[in-house]
Each structure stands twice: as structure tokens, then as C-alpha cells.
């Protein structure tokens, strides 16, 4: 089988007419995703942790309901809901972006939510001792560890995250997987062109797991 493989297509031309734009689209949606993610997700873990029942009780039904269905089934329905309820369609890629920002935040939430939970009670208590409100004590105290603790983490689930844009796949959207597939078929050597993908994702994500190690015994280091 191997040595039917034939990669003489392969050149900086079908990378540049191709996949480049797919692979942009990819790492534009795991940019979005990982901030809105993050950013909604310590919304939501925060929720969670405001000993408010009304303000916990649907924080924990959105991240339980996210954390339950597949990724790809969220993604088909946005997509094929979301036109009917505004009378228009919003296109694959947006509908992408909307929908990874939805879906991680829920998974960005618990794992800041683990991060707070790791901060020391005591640090809390001086800080009320100083006089500082809930906010400023979460601003100023708690979150700046709680990201630095967990951002080994956070970068590993962005790593996730980027594998997880090929799902995009599903309803149309140009990331790069699309990029190898459209190659692939107008080369007559689609299974080449896969394995290219396959290839460019472990490289990527590889060298993204690297330097996530890297980051955590600096961090270990600096602890």
C-alpha cells in the first residue's frame, strides 16, 4: 500500500492555494474559542461558586448539559437551528465560532473552577481583612493565581480544542482539514492528501504539547 502512495503532487502551491486558508480558519476559531471559552467559562465557574443558588443552579445546567453532548452534534445543531429562528443563515464559519465559544466555555469553566478552588481559604481572609470586596478579592487575589496555576491546563485543552476544529467539517467550513480534502479530490490522491493532514495535525500538536510541558516545570519551578 505504501509504496503506492504517490506525493509528487505535493508542493508550496497546493499548500498556499489550498490549505493555508483552511489552516487560518483553524487557528482564527481555536483563538476565539480559547478566549471566549476562558472568558465565559470563569463567568460560569464563578457562578458556580457564588453560593447563590439562583445564580449556580443554571451555570451548573449549562456546563452538566454541554459536558454531555458531543461536540459535533451541537455544532450540526446551531447550524441547522440557528437560520430558522433568526429567517437567516449566518454561514458555516460564523456559526463555528459561535458554536466552539458556546461549547468550551463549559469546559474552560471547570477547569477554572478547580483553579479557584485551589487558592488557599487564608488568602481570601486577608484580603477581606484588608477590606477588599468579593470583586476585588477575585480580581486582584484569587484569579491571577488560579490562571497561572491552571494554565498548563488551559493550554492543553486549547491543544484539544484544535483538533477538535476539524469537526467543522461537518457542515462546510473551510479549516484546514477541508483545505487537504478539496486538494486530495482535485488531485485524484485523496488518501495521500489525508495523510498529510493527519501529519500536519500531530506536528502541531506535538510541538503545542512540548511547550505546554515546558511552561508547567517552569511553573513547577517558579512554585
Same mark, same amino acid.
Given at each position: ?7 509528487? &503532487?505535493?508542493?508550496?502551491d ?5 490549505? $493555508?486558508?483552511g ?9 476565539? +474559542?480559547?478566549?471566549g471559552?476562558?472568558? &465565559?467559562?470563569t463567568l460560569l +465557574? ?7 443558588? $439562583? /445564580?449556580?443552579?443554571?451555570?451548573t ?14 455544532i450540526?445543531?446551531? &447550524?441547522?437551528l ?5 429567517g ?25 473552577? +478547580?483553579?479557584?478552588?485551589s487558592?488557599?481559604?487564608?488568602q481570601v481572609?486577608?484580603?477581606q481583612?484588608?477590606g477588599?470586596?468579593?470583586s ?8 491571577p493565581q +488560579? ?7 488551559? /493550554? ?6 484544535f483538533?477538535?476544529t476539524?469537526?467543522v ?5 473551510y ?9 486530495g ?8 492528501s489525508?495523510?498529510a493532514?493527519?501529519?500536519t495535525? &500531530?506536528?502541531?500538536?506535538?510541538a503545542?504539547? $512540548?511547550?505546554? @510541558?515546558?511552561?508547567h @516545570?517552569?511553573?513547577?519551578i517558579i512554585?
Amino acid at each position: 500500500m505504501m509504496l503506492s502512495l504517490d506525493w509528487s &503532487f505535493f508542493s508550496w502551491d497546493l499548500f498556499s492555494n489550498y490549505v $493555508w486558508k483552511g489552516l487560518k480558519y483553524s487557528l482564527l476559531l481555536t483563538l476565539i +474559542a480559547t478566549v471566549g471559552g476562558v472568558f &465565559f467559562g470563569t463567568l460560569l +465557574a464563578l457562578m458556580r461558586l457564588s453560593g447563590k443558588k $439562583w /445564580l449556580d443552579l443554571p451555570a451548573t445546567i449549562y456546563v452538566n448539559g454541554m459536558r454531555s453532548i458531543p461536540l459535533v452534534m451541537v455544532i450540526l445543531w446551531f &447550524f441547522l437551528l440557528m437560520p430558522m429562528i433568526i429567517g437567516k443563515p449566518i454561514g458555516a464559519e460564523t456559526s463555528a465560532i459561535i458554536t466552539f465559544v458556546a461549547f468550551e466555555a463549559a469546559y474552560f469553566s471547570e477547569i477554572m473552577r +478547580a483553579g479557584i478552588q485551589s487558592i488557599p481559604r487564608g488568602q481570601v481572609f486577608a484580603g477581606q481583612a484588608m477590606g477588599m470586596t468579593y470583586s476585588q478579592n477575585m480580581r486582584l487575589v484569587v484569579l491571577p493565581q +488560579a490562571f497561572r496555576n491552571m494554565l498548563p491546563v488551559l /493550554l492543553t485543552q486549547t491543544i484539544i480544542l484544535f483538533q477538535d476544529t476539524s469537526l467543522v467539517y461537518a457542515i462546510g467550513a473551510y479549516d484546514m482539514l477541508k483545505g487537504f480534502d478539496i486538494a486530495g479530490k482535485n488531485f485524484g490522491r485523496p488518501v495521500e492528501s489525508y495523510l498529510a493532514a493527519a501529519i500536519t495535525y &500531530f506536528v502541531l500538536c506535538y510541538a503545542l504539547s $512540548w511547550f505546554v @510541558k515546558r511552561l508547567h @516545570k517552569k511553573i513547577a519551578i517558579i512554585r
